[in-house]
């Protein structure tokens, strides 16, 4: 017995396949797809030239697709906001790439800075708004990919606070 360890390898571990993790071509936990989010974010080069600003109407771009899964690219510009909604069957990611956006759900109002990420299960409600002056970038990875988003009347105590004035925290 080694006085070192009592376990020992004999021969190559890369010949016992059925002991080594295949690596995986794409997302498939929540934590898979924080961290493709966290990538993309960090790689400004995928996305940063496909920013447009519409003053409009919120800009956005499908940035790719994986199996059950879509990635979006969204501007805001100073005002712009998503009204309360929910994702329908969809869970998701949203990351901040570059500005401030407010999250705001029945639950309070929610400052996201760049880096920010928040991960949200079917179902969840909230409205997300640029209340800043200056624009904003944001990712969202939706998976299933979004088929329907919901809108529902602004009766959350963060859209009535807001619309009163008080400041409301989470």
Same mark, same amino acid.
């Given at each position: 017995m080694n006085s070192d360890s009592d376990l020992q390898i004999a021969g190559d571990i890369l010949e016992v396949p059925h002991l080594l993790q295949a690596p995986r071509a794409h997302p498939s936990t929540v934590a898979d797809f924080v961290g493709l989010a966290r990538s993309i974010a960090a790689d400004r080069s995928q996305? !940063?030239? &496909?920013?447009?600003?519409?003053?409009?109407s919120r800009w956005y771009h499908r940035l790719s697709t994986g /199996? +059950?899964? !879509?990635?979006w690219l969204l501007s805001w510009v100073p005002g712009q906001g998503s009204g309360l909604h929910d994702h329908g069957r969809s869970s998701g990611v949203l990351t901040v790439l570059d500005g401030t956006l407010t999250e705001r759900t029945e639950r309070g109002t929610r400052a996201l800075g760049s880096g920010a990420q928040r991960v949200f299960a079917p179902g969840y409600v909230h409205e997300v708004v640029n209340d800043a002056l200056e624009p904003a970038v944001s990712?969202?990875?939706?998976? /299933? +990919? &979004?088929? !329907?988003? /919901?809108?529902? $009347?602004?009766?959350? $105590? $963060?859209?009535?606070a807001n619309e009163a004035g008080d400041a409301v925290t989470a």
């Open positions: 996305w !940063e030239h &496909l920013v447009q600003y519409d003053a409009t /199996p +059950g899964y !879509e990635v990712l969202h990875i939706y998976y /299933p +990919g &979004l088929t !329907e988003m /919901p809108m529902h $009347a602004t009766n959350c $105590a $963060a859209s009535q």
